[in-house]
């Protein structure tokens, strides 16, 4: 089933006090010979929502990711997009379904300029041949959208900053206008003022009504744009928490599987002397 139209998205996240689910996971389970890298995992995803997935090394978040982008078929459990109960096989189906994957590596050409690495793979053709004029306008268009800080799009890759690339790579996944938008730890080893740029960006996916997952070891980045956060613990769900009523603390506490901290048990003004 195909995701719905821009303007219905947008209409869905601003007008509805409960917003549309798109994306319901539930029991989602793999295997990698004896090692149990998921079990059981729940989650859903609404309309016009940003929700981070946080977790340890090794609690599931990139199997997870790889699941929903086709890399890795899951071994139980169902996947529920767009109100349809369906199977992703490969990186098709989940294009064909509506999720659009950004991976950390970002996958972008250096050699190639940002409307070759924008409409790689899917080329706009008039006459048989390459039609350059339309590519370059609609880059721009959807750039422009996107607030995104480029003085050209006829730039290599290369020469671009680590934000102005990240915009590139999640504009990419925007062509093919998916309801649904994985992003990969986004703002890993970027600079302060680049890692603002791509949070700003991941809030004008949101304004666009599209289903954000933010997967991120960054617990600030987190708490600034998400809407919910769902923790990962050893593959399975560990917390689910409005990003409004958490504290970092209440989180880590999460994430390490911690409940009585040693930190919090120290003695405090006159008590420590």
Do not use: Y
């Not at 791509?198 to 987190?222: C, F, Q």
């Amino acid at each position: 089933m195909t995701p719905p139209e821009p303007a219905r998205r947008l209409a869905l996240a601003e007008g509805d006090e409960n917003p549309e689910r798109i994306l319901s996971l539930r029991g989602i389970t793999k295997r990698f010979g004896a090692v149990r890298a998921l079990a059981g995992i729940d989650l859903d995803v609404h309309a016009g929502e940003v929700v981070a997935i946080v977790g340890d090394n090794g609690a599931g978040k990139s199997t997870l990711v790889k699941i929903l982008a086709g890399v890795h078929p899951q071994d139980a459990g169902s996947i529920t997009a767009f109100g349809t109960t369906t199977t992703i096989a490969n990186p098709t189906d989940s294009i064909e379904l509506g999720i659009a994957t950004v991976f950390q590596d970002l996958a972008l050409c250096d050699s190639l300029d940002v409307v070759s690495n924008l409409w790689l793979g899917q080329e706009l053709t008039r006459s048989g041949a390459l039609d350059e004029v339309a590519m370059e306008a609609r880059s721009w268009t959807l750039l422009r959208e996107l607030r995104a800080r480029l003085t050209s799009v006829r730039v290599p890759v290369a020469a671009l900053s680590g934000g102005q690339r990240q915009t590139v790579a999640i504009a990419r996944a925007l062509i093919g206008d998916p309801g649904i938008v994985v992003l990969d730890e986004p703002t890993a080893a970027l600079g302060v003022s680049q890692t603002a740029e791509v949070l700003n960006l991941i809030e004008r996916l949101r304004e666009r009504g599209l289903g954000v997952i933010l997967v991120s070891h960054n617990i600030a980045d987190v708490l600034a744009v998400a809407d919910r956060v769902v923790v990962l613990r050893l593959g399975r769900n560990n917390g689910d928490f409005l990003a409004s009523e958490i504290t970092s603390d209440t989180l880590i506490a999460a994430i390490t599987g911690a409940t009585d901290r040693s930190a919090t048990r120290r003695p405090v003004g006159e008590d420590a002397r």
